[in-house]
C-alpha cells in the first residue's frame, strides 16, 4: 500500500474512515485515468454496491470485475476498512504483528486475524523477493567494477537490469541479476524472471536481445 508506513495512525484514520474511502483509494489504485473495462475497453460502468462489484455498461460485454479482484481481499467478508488497517499495522511493525494482537485491534476473530495476516505476510515477501515488472520496461546489460576495458568484452561482472518506467521514462521500479555473459540466453532468463508476459521492452538496439521477441515480449 502507497506510503502507510509513512503514515501516522491519525493520517490513517483520517484517510481511510470507513468502506467508501476504501473502495475509492482500490478504485484509483486500478484505474488512475478512469475506468477501463479490462474485457472489452469501454469507458463506463454501474456500481452494484452490495457487491461491490463493477459491470462494463457495454451491452454486447457486460463484463464483471470486484474492486478486489487479483488482491488479497478477493472475495473477502471482512470489511475493507478492516483489510487496509491490517496491512497498515502489519507494515508498520517490522517485527510482525501476531494475531492476538490484530484481532483486538481490528475486532475479528482469531481465526480470521490469522488468516488476514498470512495473505498479508505472503504477499508482502513475495512482492520484496521478486517484483515482476509490468507494462513499458527499459532494459540495459551493464558492468559492475573498476579499471580494465570498458563496454561489453569486459572482465568484470556482468548484470543485467530491467526497469519499468512510465510513458514519460521516469522509473518506477526496477531488478537485477548477475549474469555469467551477455548472451541471447541469459538476457531471456533475467526478462521471464522479471516482467511479465507481454511487456513492451525497450533496448538499445544491441542485437543479443532481439530473441526477447520471439518469446512472449515486444521490443520497442
Ligand atoms: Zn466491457
Given at each position: 500500500m502507497t506510503?502507510?508506513?509513512?503514515?501516522?495512525?491519525?493520517?490513517?484514520?483520517?484517510?481511510?474512515?470507513?468502506?467508501?474511502?476504501?473502495?475509492?483509494?482500490?478504485?484509483?489504485?486500478?484505474w488512475p485515468n478512469g475506468f477501463h473495462c479490462p474485457k472489452c475497453g469501454h469507458d463506463y460502468f454501474y456500481f452494484h454496491s452490495s457487491y461491490g462489484l463493477l459491470q462494463c455498461t457495454n451491452s454486447n460485454c457486460r463484463h464483471q470485475t470486484s474492486l478486489t479482484a487479483e488482491t488479497i481481499m478477493r472475495k473477502t467478508r471482512t470489511p475493507l476498512y478492516k483489510w487496509l488497517w491490517a496491512i497498515f499495522l502489519y507494515s508498520r511493525d517490522k517485527r510482525g504483528i501476531s494475531a492476538t494482537t490484530l484481532r483486538k485491534q481490528i475486532g475479528v476473530s482469531h481465526w480470521g486475524a490469522w488468516t488476514m495476516l498470512q495473505k498479508i505476510r505472503k504477499t508482502m515477501v513475495s512482492k520484496d523477493s521478486r517484483h515482476m515488472l509490468d507494462s513499458l520496461i527499459e532494459i540495459d546489460d551493464a558492468f559492475i567494477g573498476h579499471g580494465g576495458k570498458r563496454g561489453r568484452g569486459t572482465k568484470k561482472a556482468k548484470v543485467v537490469v530491467s526497469a519499468s518506467i512510465t510513458e514519460g521514462g521516469k522509473p518506477q521500479f526496477a531488478?537485477?541479476?548477475v549474469v555469467s555473459d551477455h548472451s541471447q540466453a541469459s538476457f531471456l532468463s533475467h526478462v521471464q524472471k522479471s516482467v511479465v508476459n507481454g511487456g513492451k521492452i525497450k533496448t538499445d538496439g544491441f542485437k543479443g536481445?532481439?530473441?526477447?521477441?520471439?518469446?512472449?515480449?515486444?521490443?520497442?
Amino acid at each position: 500500500m502507497t506510503h502507510c508506513e509513512s503514515m501516522s495512525l491519525i493520517e490513517f484514520q483520517q484517510r481511510f474512515p470507513d468502506d467508501e474511502a476504501c473502495e475509492n483509494y482500490l478504485f484509483e489504485a486500478r484505474w488512475p485515468n478512469g475506468f477501463h473495462c479490462p474485457k472489452c475497453g469501454h469507458d463506463y460502468f454501474y456500481f452494484h454496491s452490495s457487491y461491490g462489484l463493477l459491470q462494463c455498461t457495454n451491452s454486447n460485454c457486460r463484463h464483471q470485475t470486484s474492486l478486489t479482484a487479483e488482491t488479497i481481499m478477493r472475495k473477502t467478508r471482512t470489511p475493507l476498512y478492516k483489510w487496509l488497517w491490517a496491512i497498515f499495522l502489519y507494515s508498520r511493525d517490522k517485527r510482525g504483528i501476531s494475531a492476538t494482537t490484530l484481532r483486538k485491534q481490528i475486532g475479528v476473530s482469531h481465526w480470521g486475524a490469522w488468516t488476514m495476516l498470512q495473505k498479508i505476510r505472503k504477499t508482502m515477501v513475495s512482492k520484496d523477493s521478486r517484483h515482476m515488472l509490468d507494462s513499458l520496461i527499459e532494459i540495459d546489460d551493464a558492468f559492475i567494477g573498476h579499471g580494465g576495458k570498458r563496454g561489453r568484452g569486459t572482465k568484470k561482472a556482468k548484470v543485467v537490469v530491467s526497469a519499468s518506467i512510465t510513458e514519460g521514462g521516469k522509473p518506477q521500479f526496477a531488478q537485477m541479476d548477475v549474469v555469467s555473459d551477455h548472451s541471447q540466453a541469459s538476457f531471456l532468463s533475467h526478462v521471464q524472471k522479471s516482467v511479465v508476459n507481454g511487456g513492451k521492452i525497450k533496448t538499445d538496439g544491441f542485437k543479443g536481445y532481439n530473441k526477447l521477441s520471439d518469446s512472449a515480449y515486444t521490443l520497442r
